[in-house]
């Protein structure tokens, strides 16, 4: 249940959440390239989580 509600909580990281400001500024990524890849990264990352919380719910359930 913890990693199905982490995955959709980072599920999409934008510039209205913190999270997307700390990896800009940190990482000192522009705003035009932060959108494209935070975006993408954080997307594919949810639906590897989600895909793996499916599967694990039909080994452990």
Do not use: E, P, R
């Not at 510039?15 to 975006?39: C, E, H, M, P, R």
């Not at 594919?44 to 499916?54: E, P, R």
């Amino acid at each position: 249940m913890v990693m199905a509600i982490g995955a959709g909580a980072m599920t999409v990281s934008h510039a209205n959440d913190s999270y997307f400001w700390v990896v800009t500024q940190f990482g000192k990524i522009d705003l035009k390239t932060a959108y494209k890849t935070q975006t993408v990264a954080t997307l594919l990352q949810g639906l590897a989580i989600m895909v793996t919380v499916f599967i694990l719910s039909l080994i452990l359930i």
